[in-house]
């Protein structure tokens, strides 16, 4: 069965790793690339996020008994097959997956471009992953443990 305080701690976390993200970010990509410790900041909690909604993902897809994701992207998509997420929502999150590995693994540097943009515009993905689930826990009725 699905820990709801589990998952709100989880909410929790994303909510401020979005916020620091935000918080650190200059108002341009060529600021944030000429500040080397903005950027990592910023890609860094950037990534603690999109892991804070994939651990969400995995929990929900587990406690729930249902088919195991094969990737950290096929578990946003099993979300949106089970209702939990929209597909616009679930799309998001599946390329913000390619960021998280990028940060995660140094996969050929990290493009100021990219994070600025997921910093100023993609943070709503992540929010709109937020609200969405903390609407399916509040509509769905869970078995007393």
Known sequence: ????????????????RVSRA???CPPTAAD?????????LVAFN?????????????HLIADQGWP???????GFQRLHDRGV?????ASALSRAVGLRNVVAHGYSGIDANVV???ATRGVADLDAFAREVARWLESTRFPPQ
């Open 1 to 16: 069965m699905v820990n709801r305080d589990r998952v709100a701690a989880k909410i929790a976390d994303l909510s401020d």
């Open 22 to 24: 935000k918080q650190h």
């Open 32 to 40: 944030l690339a000429s500040n080397r410790d903005a950027l990592d």
């Open 46 to 58: 950037l990534m603690l996020a999109v892991q804070a909604c994939a651990d969400i993902a995995s």
């Open 68 to 74: 195991a994701a094969q990737n950290l992207a096929d």
């Open 85 to 89: 997420i929209s597909g616009a929502t």
């Open 116 to 118: 600025h943009a997921a």
